[in-house]
């Protein structure tokens, strides 16, 4: 039994197994290892895998930004670009040079508010991540909040950076909430590593290439421009999404968190101002798909009545 992208997987014992690499049997099976699996899910929950492939964890390469110890923010308002990097808050900067839409935040200095954020987000980090860091495996993470009106979402940025607007702070009404908030940054970042892994140590065989063309693709990347092309890049776009609600539920329940309060947090932020009456919000997309993940595999857990 594993678990795997936001799913408990049981592998079958007439599985069709394949390992790879370093992998030769289950016994070699460790936290951190890939797996990609096709199955079907029982009334429990569980997904009985009839294929798995296992594919061994690889080191990357190491991140050179700041490590959990020094991801403090400044004690004066600043500005941070998207790997991190702090400027003061008057320094000339070019938009050219913000590396994209995480870049050139103002970023409040270090407060009880910017160590809540921190404290939930390492606490979300899986175990296997924290015991893999010192082999450069994943990314160190770091967490901030930055002033940001117009986004009503986590940013999750270059590997490891994960912003959390003000605003979105503000609308949360406790701890599991903003739990499942920045376990979605956390799970994009699980995806950014997967493609970069397929990418870089030719994961894939030429068979299998087309089958699984969409996992080396950016998770957040936009729409393509029109036609059958823009349509396959949405529903790609969506496929990313649900995963990422997946993980979240996962990561958030095995924090001790409640993920019952994850479809509640996305329907806090999904309208553009919030209504004075609060019950008449809907759940958006992500949050509909984590109600039926909830009502699949998390039927034990306390507030999963509450949360429908």
């Not at 798995?52 to 991801?71: I, L």
């Not at 901030?144 to 003000?166: K, M, Q, T, Y």
Request: aromatic content about 8%.
């Amino acid at each position: 039994m594993y678990q795997v992208d936001g799913y408990q997987v049981r592998i079958a014992a007439n599985a069709d197994e394949d390992f790879r690499d370093s992998i030769n049997s289950l016994s070699d099976v460790h936290p951190g290892t890939w797996l990609r699996f096709s199955g079907k899910r029982g009334t429990n929950g569980i997904v009985v895998a009839e294929k798995a492939t296992f594919y061994p964890d690889k080191p990357a390469t190491k991140n050179s930004g700041p490590t959990q110890m020094e991801a403090v923010a400044p004690a004066f308002e600043s500005l941070i670009d998207s790997e991190g990097n702090f400027k003061p808050l008057h320094t000339k900067v070019r938009l050219s040079d913000a590396g994209g839409w995480c870049g050139w935040h103002r970023i409040p200095p270090e407060s009880e508010r910017q160590a809540r954020v921190r404290r939930v987000g390492n606490r979300l980090l899986p175990r296997y991540m924290k015991q893999l860091a010192e082999e450069q495996s994943l990314t160190e993470f770091r967490f901030f909040i930055v002033e940001e009106n117009v986004i009503r979402s986590e940013l999750a940025c270059n590997p490891g950076l994960v912003l959390l607007p003000d605003a979105v702070l503000d609308r949360l009404d406790s701890d599991d909430q903003l739990a499942a908030i920045l376990a979605d940054g956390i799970a994009y970042n699980i995806q950014s590593l997967r493609a970069r892994l397929i990418a870089r140590d030719g994961w894939l065989r030429a068979t299998e290439v087309a089958d699984l063309a969409t996992w080396a693709v950016n998770p957040m990347a936009g729409l393509a421009a029109n036609g059958a092309v823009g349509l396959a890049a949405h529903e790609h776009n969506v496929e990313m999404e649900l995963e990422r609600g997946r993980l979240a539920l996962s990561m958030v329940a095995d924090a001790g968190y409640d993920p019952g309060q994850a479809p509640e947090a996305w329907k806090l932020l999904s309208p553009k101002h919030l209504p004075r009456d609060r019950n008449s919000l809907k759940y958006p997309r992500i949050g509909q798909y984590q109600l039926m993940v909830l009502d699949a595999q998390y039927k034990g857990h306390g507030a999963v009545a509450q949360a429908r």
